[in-house]
């Protein structure tokens, strides 16, 4: 080890990294009501008894929380039928995604993903001093051949966002069963299911059954998409030996007291929950409907979201609709990042800030 470094340096690879880039959640100056829909929040906000549960926490806040979240992992396998053995909660579902990454990728191996993917899979790779493979989708959806394919003796994960963001589209379950049939027993298949409560397809499943009955699938998911976003709760569902791994090398305390208090109420709360997907299921098609009327493309969604794609050209151009639509207080998704320089990703909202954005863009193509 050199002893005449200047200053303390990250080891080899931190500095290739890419940081995460959140969505904006403010508008020009001068904007006086603002309406973010960058960061697929629920529009509906949290249940009220999440609100409640959260308060009553409030006057405790001195005390450490459970350090294995065990009320809000037996909440989570009440609603679901699971073994709340096998449940870890987590500082939202990133969190998990993190461990993992640690605990079974070292350098020289390899972890797969799709290349529209949820950008933290990358990061974590790389953290771990993996290398990431990304694989090219079909029609903006993961194609399991092109994933199969991309494995080799070196791979070690294989993420697979299902929904994926910031596309919306997804894989049919028999589809994931035939990656996880075709894949080598000692890699894991990690299924992260943060939209699975707003999926309304027969042929979709969020992976629970593959996740209880497989030796090597994990399934992640999180309260953010139904409310929480705020409180940062997230779990995996998995093998007693993956759990084991992960307990061991998360933060002993890595879900807050008033998380696992809103948790608990939110998840048992399944009025709000139906309420909020029965205003996507209106919104979405709403939305997607209006978009393709205007003449721009939209990539089919069963998310919260959808994702809206521009003509070539500056003059209406998705920066150019980003920056008129902002300066009237409507906050999109720039998802260049993820390999969509000309789009957007709207976040369904309210009745309001769906219609205004509509109007908004109406104005737009028309100038």
């Known amino acids: 080890m050199k002893q005449d470094q200047p200053r303390p340096t990250p080891r080899a690879g931190i500095m290739d990294i890419e940081a995460y880039v959140p969505g904006k959640s403010t508008a020009p100056a001068g904007v006086t009501k603002v309406y973010k829909l960058s ?4 529009p509906l906000g949290p249940s009220p008894k999440a609100i409640e549960a959260a308060r009553e926490v409030a006057a405790k806040l001195d005390a450490y929380p459970d350090g294995s979240a065990r009320r809000l992992r037996e909440a989570i396998a009440e609603v679901h039928g699971l073994n709340p053995a096998n449940i870890i909660c987590s500082n939202g579902s990133d969190e998990i995604l993190g461990l993992l ?3 079974y990728l070292a350098p020289g191996d390899e972890a797969v993903f799709t290349e529209h ?12 001093g993996a290398k990431p493979v990304a694989v090219k989708e079909t029609d903006e959806r993961a194609d399991i051949d092109a994933i199969l394919a991309a494995v080799t003796p070196a791979t070690r994960i294989v993420f697979l966002a299902n929904p994926n963001n910031p596309t919306g589209t997804y894989v049919p379950f028999q589809e994931v069963r035939r990656l996880h049939a075709a894949l080598p027993k000692n890699v894991l298949l990690v299924l992260d299911a943060a939209y699975a409560e707003y999926v309304r397809r027969n042929d979709y499943e969020a992976g629970i059954e593959l996740a209880g009955s497989s ?4 399934m992640t998911r999180t309260f953010s998409k139904l409310g929480l976003g705020g409180a940062r709760v997230g779990w995996m569902y998995g093998p007693a030996h993956i759990v084991d791994a992960i307990n061991r090398i998360r933060g002993p305390f890595n879900v807050n007291a008033t998380a696992i208090e809103a948790g608990i109420a939110a998840i048992r709360d399944r009025a709000h929950i139906e309420r909020s997907v029965a205003h996507n299921e209106k919104w979405l098609a709403w939305l997607s409907g209006e978009l393709t009327g205007l003449g721009l493309r939209v990539t089919p969604s069963v998310g919260n979201f959808v994702l809206i794609h521009f003509p070539d050209g500056k003059k209406h151009s998705a920066a150019a609709a980003d920056d008129y639509l902002s300066a009237r207080g409507y906050i999109l998704r720039r998802v260049t990042g993820y390999g969509f320089p ?4 709207m976040s369904v909202g309210t009745e309001e800030a769906n ?8 104005t737009f193509l028309k100038s």
């Open 355 to 362: 219609r205004g954005v509509i109007d908004a863009l109406k």
């Open 342 to 345: 000309n789009a957007l990703r």
């Open 117 to 128: 993917a949820f950008m933290v899979y990358k990061i974590y790779i790389q953290a771990a």
């Open 101 to 103: 990454a640690q605990s």
């Open 215 to 218: 030796e090597n699938v994990v």
């Open 39 to 42: 960061a697929n929040e629920n």
